[in-house]
Nanobody
Framework: QVQLVESGGGLVQPGGSLRLSCAAS????????MYWVRQAPGKGLEWVSS????????YYADSVKGRFTISRDNAKNTLYLQMNSLKPEDTALYYC????????????????????WGQGTQVTVSS
């Protein structure tokens, strides 16, 4: 059974940090592009970051560049998102997703457009 299970979300003050994890199972994790996508209350899905299958290439939305770092451990079938200098506008439900093809984030996608989609973890940035 294919699963993507996110964890690590929570409530944090502005300027704080969180590390999200996404544990993958049921598919060959190391062969897939992996993504972090978020959805703020009342808004559509927003691409956050991408990482190539071997992990050598990563890309970020302008809104998080310099603050967030995506990484993966293919031996552990786990995707990470280190989030620093968090802002209230980072408040959202964060999803991890996997796909066999590269997505630049420039066009709108929906959960069914990905090969694999997690259940999400809530990040709330508030004082």
């Amino acid at each position: 059974q294919v699963q993507l299970v996110e964890s690590g979300g929570g409530l944090v003050q502005p300027g704080g940090s969180l590390r999200l994890s996404c544990a993958a199972s049921g598919f060959t994790f190391s062969r897939y592009w992996m993504y972090w996508v978020r959805q703020a209350p009342g808004k559509g899905l927003e691409w956050v970051s991408s990482i190539s299958p071997p992990g050598g290439s990563s890309y970020y939305a302008d809104s998080v560049k310099g603050r967030f770092t995506i990484s993966r451990d293919n031996a552990k079938n786990t995707l990470y998102l280190q989030m620093n200098s968090l802002k209230p506008e980072d408040t959202a439900l964060y999803y991890c997703a996997g796909d066999g093809v590269y997505w630049s984030g420039s066009n709108q996608r929906h959960p069914h457009d990905f090969d694999y989609w997690g259940q999400g973890t809530q990040v709330t940035v508030s004082s």
